[in-house]
Nanobody
């Protein structure tokens, strides 16, 4: 059974930093495209950053240069380092293990899986 669990969300002032973690059980990161999505109130979920099974990264334009995605395969844990946060980054952040991520098809992934999300709130 696959399970993804996010942690590290919380409240921070603008200009601050947070690090999100996502620990997976039941699948191997090296088989899947791993991604962070976020969802603003009343909006559809959107991709923030992703990493393919071979390590290729993608960043959405609003977070480029401020967020860093990386993973520890030994711990089966995905991270999102978020720096220079702004109020526009306030959202629920989701971890995902996906077959298809921006620019990459990861055929060894057994399916699409999502965490339950973690709230990030940035105040001015």
């Amino acid at each position: 059974q696959v399970h993804l669990e996010e942690s590290g969300g919380g409240s921070v002032q603008a200009g601050g930093s947070l690090k999100l973690s996502c620990t997976a059980t039941g699948l191997l990161f090296t088989h899947c495209g791993m991604a962070w999505y976020r969802q603003f109130p009343g909006k559809k979920r959107e991709v923030v950053s992703s990493m393919s099974a071979v390590g290729t990264t993608y960043y959405a334009e609003p977070v480029m240069g401020r967020f860093t995605i990386y993973q520890d395969n030994a711990k089966n844990t995905l991270y999102l380092e978020m720096d220079d946060l702004t109020t526009e980054d306030t959202a629920v952040y989701y971890c995902a293990a996906l077959i298809v991520i921006p620019g990459s098809y990861n055929g060894r992934c057994p399916g699409d899986y999502w965490g339950r999300g973690t709230q990030v709130t940035v105040s001015s």
